[in-house]
C-alpha cells in the first residue's frame, strides 16, 4: 500500500511539474499594447541572440529553409506593426545578403517559398521598383541587371513559383508513401509554407495564374487529408489508420495549426469578390469551432489533439497559430467576438506564461510529424513566429476596441 500511495505521489508531482507554467507571471497577460510588444520584443531579443541556423548548416544556411522563412515571415509583419527600425534593419540585411534567393531546391517543394513572405512584405513596405515580370522567361538577366542597376529583388521567388507550376506532377492521390507526391501539397504543413506565398504574390504580380494555382493545390490537399466527421486535418495519408493509446485518431496539434493559420493568410491576400473566398471561411469556421473545444483548462493546444492524457504537456507552436487564428478570425468577422474572445484571451495567456524570464519561449515541440511530450525548456523559431502572430492580432483586437 505505501508504495502505491508513494507512486501516485511521484506522479501528482511530476505532472505539477511538467505542466507547471514557465517563469509564471514574469511577464502580463492583461490585453494591453504595451504588455503584448513587451513579452514578443523580450522573445524576438533572445530569439534573435538564439537562432538554429549555425546548427543546420547543411540544410539551412542563409535563413532561407522553411522554419527561418516561417520566423522572419511573420517577424516582418510584427515589425511593420510596432515600427521597429532595428527589426527591419535586420531582416532586410538577411535578404539582400541573401540575394532575395528561396530555399535551395528540396524534396518538398513546398517549403522552399516560406521565405518569401519576408521579401514579399518588404516590397510591399517600399514598393519603389514598380516594374514587375509576370515569368522570369521574358527577361535576359544582363537586361535585367543593366535596366535595374541591381538584383530585381522579387525575380528568384517568381522564377521558383514559375518553375513549381509548371513541372508540378499529375498525380493521382497524395499517398505520402509514394516520394513522387512529395513534390505537391501532400502533407498538412505544406498549406502554410506554399499557399499564403502564391496567394500574395498573384497580388504584387497581378499574375492570376498563381492564385488559381493555390486554389486549386489547396482543396485538392484539403479532400484528402480533411477529416468531415472530426473537423480537423490528418497531417498525412500515413496517419489514416493510425490510432492513440486510447483509441482515438491521430490528429497532430501543429499540424492543424498549420492550417488554420495558412487559411488566415490566404483571406488576408484573396480578392473580396473571389468566388471561393466563402468557401474558405467556411473551412476556417469548422475548424476552429472543433478546436476550442479541446482547448486545455490552461489555454494550451497540446501535441496530440485527441488524447491529452499520454501527451500531456502544453504545445506552444499549435497554441500559438491556433491563438494567431483565433484573434485573426475576430478582427475581421469570420469567428464571433462573443462566442470566441474567451478562447483567445485564454490562448494568449497561455502563450506569455510559456516565456521564459529571458525571452525564451518554450514548450515547442522540435521539428517533426507527430504527437511527443515537450518540456518546458524546447525553443524552436516557429514557435517565436506564433507567438508574434498571436501577439500581432491581439494588439489589433486592443487597439480596434479602445476606439469603440
Known sequence: MTLKISFKVFLGALLLFILQPVDAKVYSDDLKTIEIR????????????????????????QFTGWSDGVFFGALADWAEYDNSLKIREWYESIAEKNRWQVSSPTLNPANDIAVSLMYGRIWLNNPQKKIL??????????????????????????????????YYPETSDLSFKNPENHQRWS???????AAPTYALFANITGNDDYREFMNREFWFTTEMLYDTQEHLFFRDTRFFTMKEANGAKVFWGRGNGWVVA??????????????????????????????????????????SLLDTVKYVSPETSATGFISYALWWGINNGVLS????????????????????????????QPIGDA????????????????????????AKYVSKSTQK
Open 133 to 166: 515580370v509576370n515569368s522570369v522567361d521574358d527577361w535576359e538577366i544582363e537586361t535585367v541587371k543593366k535596366l535595374f542597376g541591381g538584383w530585381i529583388s522579387l525575380i528568384p521567388t517568381i522564377e521558383r513559383l514559375d518553375y513549381q507550376m509548371k
Open 371 to 394: 504527437p511527443e511530450n515537450i518540456s518546458k525548456d524546447k525553443n524552436e523559431v516557429y514557435g517565436t513566429a506564433a507567438l508574434m502572430m498571436a501577439g500581432l492580432e491581439a
Open 187 to 193: 502533407w498538412c504543413d505544406a498549406l502554410y509554407m
Open 38 to 61: 513587451k513579452v514578443v520584443n523580450k522573445a524576438i531579443s533572445w530569439q534573435r541572440e538564439n537562432m538554429p541556423t549555425k546548427d543546420r548548416e547543411i540544410w539551412n544556411p
Open 262 to 303: 495558412a487559411i488566415a493568410r490566404i483571406l488576408q491576400y484573396l480578392p473580396a469578390d473571389y468566388p471561393d473566398r466563402p468557401r474558405y471561411e467556411k473551412l476556417f469556421s469548422e475548424l476552429m469551432a472543433r478546436l476550442v473545444t479541446l482547448q486545455d483548462s490552461k489555454g494550451y493546444w497540446h501535441t
Open 337 to 364: 467576438e462573443k462566442d470566441y474572445l474567451p478562447y483567445a484571451k485564454k490562448s494568449w495567456s497561455a502563450m506569455v506564461s510559456a516565456v521564459h524570464k529571458n525571452g525564451k519561449l518554450g514548450y515547442v
